[in-house]
């Protein structure tokens, strides 16, 4: 069955395709992004602040990274906002995407129920996933849910499979095959597992029973990168946007989103950890150089 998500992404872009034929997206910035910034409703406040700075009309479409790359290899969106480092710089290195800019950071969560089943409160990711496949194969009320979207975060879950050398299968591991909130959703229905991004988990646990278990580790980095789309008619207005979210006040808008509601940001600013988030010196916020003024 098509996912309500998936429609309005096709929909969004047939409405995209008609407005290019149409001659009506001269003035208009069309940015992919992956789930957690559009759900979290920080793209929201960035885009607000962006448009009342430079005049300049933003239009949004929200999937998983992997749907977001697809948009920019097809030349339907200017701008990515990401979060698959390998990913990226294959984008980058197919020359489909100018560079690279790290704007934001947090951590992937794994979350389950209070009662813990599988038992991997205080261990590492890797152990984690070895526990609760373990646990899985010999208890019916351990489950885990995969996005399985080829969302980043589907893309991370993956590697620690592998990192845990763990082909998961069985009636123990489901996929949602839908965004990172309707996964919690379904996760928090079943009493099961799942890997989350931190600020997902955050606007959604007020109405979940799940708890973040393992967290904030080395393996749970989740670094949120801009990438320009090289055949972009717009990639001035593109790299205008990028700018802003490197610029102080974009670093600013991120390091205090969620404080007032949550008691916490749902996000890092990205300027002063680029050593440890893995982000090299050209693609820091503190090494941009304003184009604009």
């Keep these: 069955m098509i996912s ?31 789930t957690s910034l559009y759900d979290t409703k920080l793209l929201d406040t960035l885009e607000s602040r962006f448009e009342e700075k430079y005049g300049i009309e933003v239009d949004v ?69 070895r526990m609760i496949a373990d646990a899985g194969e010999k208890n019916s009320n351990v489950r885990f849910v995969s996005r399985g979207d080829n969302s980043g975060t589907h893309a991370r879950e993956k590697l620690l499979w592998k990192s845990a050398g763990i082909e998961p299968s069985g009636s123990w591991y489901l996929e949602s095959g839908q965004g990172m909130g309707a996964t919690l959703i379904m996760v928090d229905e079943k009493r099961a597992y799942t890997l989350t991004d931190m600020s997902t988990y955050m606007a959604f646990a007020g109405n979940l029973s799940l708890v973040p278990l393992v967290t904030e580790s080395e393996e749970l980095l989740n670094v949120y990168a801009a990438i320009p789309v090289s055949a972009s008619e717009h990639l001035d207005d593109a790299e205008r946007f990028v700018e ?50």
């Design 4 to 34: 309500i998500r998936c429609c309005a992404q096709l929909l969004f872009v047939a409405l995209l395709l008609c407005m290019v034929s149409a001659g009506e997206t001269d003035e208009r910035l069309r940015i992919a992004t992956t």
């Design 244 to 293: 802003f979210l490197l610029s102080q006040e974009g670093q600013e808008i991120i390091a205090g989103y969620g404080k007032d509601i949550y008691g916490r940001a749902l996000f890092y600013p990205a300027a002063g950890h680029c050593t440890e988030i893995g982000c090299n010196a050209t693609e820091c916020p503190g090494e941009m150089v304003s184009a604009f003024g």
């Design 61 to 129: 479409i929200s999937g998983g990274t992997g749907f977001a790359l697809e948009q920019g290899r097809r030349g339907d969106v200017d701008l990515l906002l990401v979060h698959d480092k390998a990913r990226e710089y294959e984008f980058i290195a197919e020359g489909y995407g100018t560079e690279r800019r790290c704007f934001a950071y947090n951590y992937f969560y794994i979350v389950g129920p209070a009662d813990d089943p599988a038992g991997i409160k205080g261990t590492n990711a890797s152990e984690a996933f």
